[in-house]
């Protein structure tokens, strides 16, 4: 097993998305993935099931891939009213506060310098997944390179995905408007079990 402790350490992310469960192995594959960490705080599909959280290690096994569930630690929806916005937003900055959090974001750094990883989860574009918006954004804080494996075999990184983001929201046309900063650290989309309040008035 080859020692990264002096490489700069690397993190790559990945959606498995409808792939055919070999499509995704031939993926990792063919980007020398040894561990594959499940972020998904649901590990099942219903939509392919041969992704379920039972039904994985076996099919990775078979291609000497580790399987490691830490959806419980790094998912993106934790349980809890104190994680949500009214809007039913998470919270991204009060999960990262968590302890099993910071417990999780610590044993996968450790885990980067001894293998090859990939967090995954379940949407293959990662723009507006937590793996990149949550976990992957506290990786980066910690000098973590973040790459992502997109299913037709490329790879972007962060900074690259990041550019290409700003591109589709600005059409290549920086104004005033678009460099507002201080955005509330949160999920892309309302994800709470719980209903918003009613509001007495509509924006």
């Not at 419980?72 to 991204?92: I, Q, S, T, W």
């Not at 990939?118 to 790459?147: F, K, S, W």
Request: aromatic share 8%.
């Amino acid at each position: 097993m080859p020692d990264r402790a002096a490489e700069p350490p690397t993190v790559w992310t990945v959606g498995h998305s409808n792939h055919p469960v070999e499509v995704f192995l031939g993926l990792l594959e063919a980007h020398r993935i040894e561990v594959l960490v499940d972020v998904r705080s649901a590990p099942y599909s219903s939509y392919a099931s041969h992704f379920n959280k039972e039904a994985l290690p076996g099919p990775l096994g078979e291609r000497s891939i580790k399987y490691l569930f830490m959806g419980d630690c790094l998912g993106g929806r934790a349980e809890g009213d104190e994680f949500y916005d009214p809007e039913g937003y998470v919270r991204y900055d009060r999960v990262a506060g968590r302890p099993e959090f910071q417990q999780g974001i610590a044993r996968l750094l450790d885990g980067l310098t001894r293998f090859r990883v990939a967090l995954m989860c379940g949407e293959e574009d990662p723009t507006g997944c937590h793996r990149r918006l949550l976990i992957g954004r506290v990786l980066a804080g910690r000098n973590v390179q973040v790459v992502h494996l997109r299913g037709d075999g490329r790879t972007q990184t962060e900074a690259e995905l990041a550019a290409e983001e700003e591109f589709r929201k600005t059409g290549g046309q920086l104004t005033l408007f678009d460099l507002e900063g201080d955005q509330p650290w949160r999920s892309s989309r309302s994800v709470s079990p719980r209903r918003p309040p009613e509001s007495s008035s509509r924006p």
